[in-house]
């Protein structure tokens, strides 16, 4: 299995309040992504990165934000929780080297937002 | 635009049928195609990539197949098995832009003892 790991794997969160989720990989690959997960909707792309601090929007950025500072950590912010962004939040890293670009996912965030 | 659909929505099958999933994709131009498995409650795993200049892929009793002119794939699962049960999604990237996955919502499959 690729080396991600997300942090937490389950939050509850008040409306209006600040969350921020964490993906760390080992595999020192250079594009990571988030997406949600949704009933009805499959996997959405929120942001991704191609590199150390260049992020780039996907299908549903809006309220959300992230930075990467090291190729190890990309961080997904909800600046001001809402209802609507109550879901299952996956990260995936791939890697150009190989000329696959083949995703891999970590194991999932569950977020409640109340 | 590109759009993937994943025909059907939902299958139940005995155990021990060969079985066909289907993905279809609108635009030809693709880099290559992914076939994932989920559990319930987890992440994906990666099952097969195929990359645009091949035909097919195989890994045990996997076999996922690339028609680029028909827009379509095909993932067979010979002698399923309970454990089979899972949703399988297919996902394309396309050609020029590599760092985005085009989604399909996926099959669920259930294999019944």
């Known amino acids: 299995d690729a080396g991600i790991t997300q942090s937490p794997r389950h939050k509850v969160t008040e409306t209006g309040t600040p969350v921020t989720l964490r993906c760390h990989q080992t595999e020192n690959h250079r594009y990571m992504y988030w997406y949600r997960q949704d009933p009805g909707h499959g996997l959405r792309l929120i942001h991704y990165?191609?590199?150390?601090?260049?992020?780039d929007k996907g299908e549903v950025s809006d309220g959300y934000s992230v930075s990467r500072s090291k190729t190890e950590d990309f961080l997904l912010t909800l600046e001001s929780a809402t209802s609507s962004q109550t879901s299952v939040y996956f990260c995936?890293?791939?890697?150009?080297?190989?000329?696959?670009?083949?995703?891999?996912f970590g194991p999932g965030t569950r977020l409640t937002v109340t | 635009k590109q759009e993937v659909t994943q025909i059907p929505a939902a299958l139940s099958v005995p155990e021990g049928e060969n079985l066909v999933l289907n993905c279809s994709f609108t635009d030809s131009a693709i880099y290559n195609l992914q076939w994932f498995r989920q559990d319930p409650g987890k992440g994906l795993t990666s099952l097969l990539l195929?990359?645009?200049s091949q035909r097919e892929q195989t890994s045990g009793r996997l076999n996922a197949s690339l028609d680029k002119s028909s827009g379509r794939s095909t993932l067979y699962i010979a002698a399923s098995q309970p454990g089979d049960s899972a949703t399988y999604l297919c996902?394309?990237?396309?050609?020029?832009?590599?760092?985005?996955?085009?989604w399909g919502l996926g099959t669920s499959l259930a294999v019944n003892p």
């Open positions: 996902a394309v990237l396309n050609a020029g832009n590599n760092r985005k996955l085009i």
């Open positions: 195929i990359q645009s």
């Open positions: 995936a890293i791939s890697e150009s080297r190989d000329l696959s670009y083949e995703q891999y």
């Open positions: 990165s191609y590199g150390v601090k260049d992020t």
